[in-house]
Nanobody, 115 residues
């Protein structure tokens, strides 16, 4: 069983920054990719950023240049540095791990950006 624990969400003014963290624990074998998704009220969950093991980061167009995803393989942890935040970035952010063709999700952390 794999558990993902997220932290770092909160309330910030537009133009501000937040850093999300997600630590994976439990029985973890090969991690294919780690990433972040988000879901705003009334909208579908969407990809924010992913990073494959040994690969390059992939970003949604709406966050490219403002968000940076990184990972610490030794700690099975993935980070999302979010700069120049906008009100439209307000959502619940979910951590995701793809391992052995299974997706694992965190419980979500709320990010609210005020204008």
């Amino acid at each position: 069983q794999v558990q993902l624990v997220e932290s770092g969400g909160g309330l910030v003014q537009a133009g501000g920054s937040l850093r999300l963290s997600c630590a994976a624990s439990g029985t973890i074998f090969t991690i294919t990719a780690m990433g972040w998704y988000r879901q705003a009220p009334g909208k579908q969950r969407e990809l924010v950023a992913t990073i494959a093991t040994g690969g390059n980061p992939n970003y949604a167009g709406s966050v490219k240049g403002r968000f940076t995803i990184s990972r610490d393989n030794a700690k099975n942890t993935v980070y999302l540095q979010m700069n120049s935040l906008k009100p439209e970035d307000t959502a619940v952010y979910y951590c995701n791990i793809l391992s052995l063709n299974r997706n694992y999700w965190g419980q979500g952390t709320q990010v609210t950006v005020s204008s």
